[in-house]
């Protein structure tokens, strides 16, 4: 049985790719890693496949014709290691904002702890943020409260993107019918899991903002959550 793997979708990482992979390589557990690339002009997928030689059997790649966001990246992603059979299935960024040390964390939190899905949770012990300018750090934790409050799901970080999910999440959650592809896309994944009663768990990480490459955040993502965010509590009613 294939046990665990790391999704890392990818547009333009070229200076973290290799030092990501690496460490998930390096840590004490298993982990296997698929990349998803959306057809990075800075050759991030030829990287990929330069060390796909080194660690054949265990790193993956995908990739895609065009940036098409993050959500349809995991969904893609999603539908891989579900053919592929994995039990574990984890969310990462390429950019070291999300600890690989973490991972067994996660992994346990599921494994050993009996959640179906473990987030990664920057506000479960107040805010555990490193490197982000005061105004970002704000509207992320209000906007994490402000979906707990419209959904009534008593998760912390609802827009958290360090995830694992036991595979019966993805295979019960229709992932052909999720709408949202920016941040909206990690709320509307758990608040699906929420409706479908399965045991979610946070787990406490420091979150530090990348240090190479650029930041994919924009106010359209932003304002595809706050109406999103309403819009999707509403059809889960009716």
């Known amino acids: ?35 998803v ?42 539908k891989w290691c579900l053919k592929h059979e ?21 992994y346990n939190a599921c494994a050993v702890d009996g959640a179906d899905l473990s987030i990664g949770s920057r506000y479960v012990k107040g805010v555990n943020v490193v490197n982000w300018p005061m105004n970002r750090v704000l509207m992320s934790y209000m906007a994490s409260k402000y979906v707990r409050v419209i959904t009534g799901m008593k998760i912390h970080d609802t827009t958290a993107g360090f995830v694992c999910y ?4 993805l295979e019960t959650i229709d992932l052909d019918k999720i709408k949202f ?7 509307e994944m758990k608040f699906k899991a929420y409706i479908k009663k399965f045991k ?17 955040l924009s106010s359209g993502i932003i304002s595809e959550a706050i109406f999103g965010v309403i819009s999707m509590k509403l059809k889960s009613i009716f």
């Open 37 to 78: 690339d959306d057809n990075s002009p800075d050759l991030t997928a030829a990287k990929v496949r330069d060390l796909q030689k080194e660690f054949a059997g265990r790193l993956f790649l995908e990739v895609r014709q065009g940036k098409s966001g993050l959500g349809t990246a995991y969904i893609h992603g999603f």
């Open 200 to 216: 979610i768990e946070e787990v406490p990480v420091i979150f530090t903002d990348r240090t190479k490459g650029e930041s994919k």
């Open 181 to 187: 592809v920016g941040y909206a896309f990690q709320i």
């Open 1 to 35: 049985v294939r046990d665990s793997i790391v999704i890392i979708p990818t547009y333009n990482e070229i200076e973290n790719i290799e030092t990501i992979i690496r460490a998930v390589f390096s840590e004490e557990k298993d982990f296997h890693v698929l990349v």
């Open 86 to 106: 994995y039990q574990y299935i984890f969310e990462m960024d390429a950019d070291f904002s999300h600890n690989p040390k973490d991972l067994i964390r996660l």
């Open 166 to 169: 036991k595979r019966e999440v």
